[in-house]
Nanobody
Framework: QVQLVESGGGLVQPGGSLRLSCAASGYIFRINAMGWYRQAPGKQRELVAAVTSGFTTNYADSVKGRFTISRDNAKNTVYLQMNSLKPEDTAVYYC???????????????WGQGTLVTVSS
């Protein structure tokens, strides 16, 4: 009923840039926070960045100054601009949304399928 579709992952050299996008669709009444998480091989999933409906942002210390999260409420879309990428940024990046469905007006947490980002020369 509600899904998140990510795009924009791929292979990039160290120091390069990528932009991830995540579009939410379905029976959505309101989207509260949206965010990006990542999971590297052998590691736990961690928060990368999040943005509230009021555009307040939060970043992991490891990406501050390099990544920028933004959202377009009209398009139910969140973006992650990643600059100065490092090999340690290599991971599967997952989109996350805390939203209210229009079917029963209840809160739900929804995850995307993940997109792989590989930083390597």
């Amino acid at each position: 009923q509600v899904q998140l579709v990510e795009s924009g992952g791929g292979l990039v050299q160290p120091g390069g840039s990528l932009r991830l996008s995540c579009a939410a669709s379905g029976y959505i009444f309101r989207i509260n926070a949206m965010g990006w998480y990542r999971q590297a091989p052998g590691k736990q999933r961690e928060l990368v960045a999040a943005v509230t409906s009021g555009f307040t942002t939060n970043y992991a210390d490891s990406v501050k100054g390099r990544f920028t999260i933004s959202r377009d409420n009209a398009k139910n879309t969140v973006y992650l601009q990643m600059n100065s990428l490092k090999p340690e940024d290599t991971a599967v990046y997952y989109c996350n949304a805390d939203l209210v469905t229009s079917t029963n007006y209840r809160n739900r947490e929804v995850w995307g399928q993940g997109t792989l980002v590989t930083v390597s020369s």
